[in-house]
């Protein structure tokens, strides 16, 4: 029962990671969740969800129903999310606002150090298996260097905007938000929230549920039938999207939104050398090597704890 009890507080903590993660731009919860090791376990749950519920509810009760969808664990890893949404976002926004660059490097040097940890996990049978690899890098580099449109107020926009972000949402290294930004849907969605517009968040939340139940059986079906080339494809999602996190970047172009606010379009990386001004270059550096060796520690710590817990048995 304690057992239980501290594996439930510690994916609640996980969730509340996640929450940070889809906080912050250019990271997404799927990143962390894959990184963290509950992203199949979440996948799993989520897509346990379909028009069967009914039916199993009606025939064995509420009880069997909250065991099929695993719900003690989703139940954790959301309470953690919002948990993390609600405490955190006013600090996360002012840390990106007043910080940018040391912020992008601590989850710089988290994500490139799982990316080596996930190879680790991987079995790569041929060297070709690894063009899976690098296109899944390729495309999610593409993706993050597309340019934003402009705001729509079309309702079937909003709804492919809820559909497309959730599904990239439950993907490692591709954040829902920027998702949003390209879609020119991010704008119209904060206003709506603001302004309590119902029939857009209706029409965006209808998007968001249908493509996290679509999805996500979509990816139980990728895990459980192509388990390596999965991981290798989410893995390269992850390297592609470490353009969206390097701490110097240059803009190119922007736009003005519906508030008269700057909104850049498009960056070009940069070395740190070739920028005026502080770069802070050493806190950076410090920052991203401390964000690298935690997951390296995080992992260590856990291989000595499973291997000790063997060793009593």
């Not at 309702?155 to 829902?176: C, Y």
Request: without cysteine.
């Amino acid at each position: 029962m304690k057992s239980s009890i501290r594996n439930y507080i510690l994916v609640f903590l996980k969730g509340m990671a996640m929450g940070l993660a889809d906080i912050v731009p250019g990271i997404s919860g799927g990143t962390v969740a894959f990184i963290s090791g509950i992203y199949e376990d979440l996948i799993s749950s989520i897509s346990s969800f379909d028009f069967t519920l009914f039916k199993h509810l009606k025939k064995n009760g509420i009880k069997a129903v909250w065991k099929k969808i695993n719900g003690n664990f989703l139940l954790s890893v959301s309470l953690g999310i919002f948990s993390s949404l609600i405490i955190f976002s006013n600090l996360i926004y002012w840390m990106i606002k007043t910080n940018p660059i040391l912020v992008d490097s601590f989850f710089f040097g988290l994500v490139l150090s799982s990316i080596f940890y996930i190879f680790k996990k991987i079995k790569i049978s041929r060297l070709s298996s690894l063009t899976i690899f690098f296109f899944g890098a390729i495309l999610a580099y593409q993706i993050t260097q597309l340019q934003f449109l402009s705001t729509s107020n079309n309702m079937i926009l909003i709804f492919l905007s809820g559909v497309i972000a959730i599904s990239a949402m439950l993907l490692p290294g591709i954040s829902g938000a920027l998702i949003l930004l390209i879609m020119g849907s991010y704008d119209k969605i904060l206003n709506s929230i603001n302004e309590k517009e119902f029939l857009v968040l209706t029409i965006f939340g209808f998007g968001v549920l249908s493509g996290l139940f679509t999805f996500a059986r979509f990816l139980k079906w990728l895990l459980n039938n192509y388990y390596n080339q999965t991981l290798l494809m989410l893995n390269g999602f992850m390297f592609g999207a470490l353009a969206k996190l390097w701490p110097w970047r240059v803009p190119i172009n922007w736009i003005i939104n519906e508030n008269g606010e700057k909104l850049i379009t498009s960056e070009k990386l940069v070395l740190p050398l070739k920028l005026g001004g502080d770069t802070q270059i050493i806190e950076a550096s410090l920052i991203m090597i401390s964000g690298f060796l935690i997951i390296i520690s995080v992992y260590y710590f856990g291989k000595k704890n499973n291997a000790i817990r063997q060793q009593k048995r």
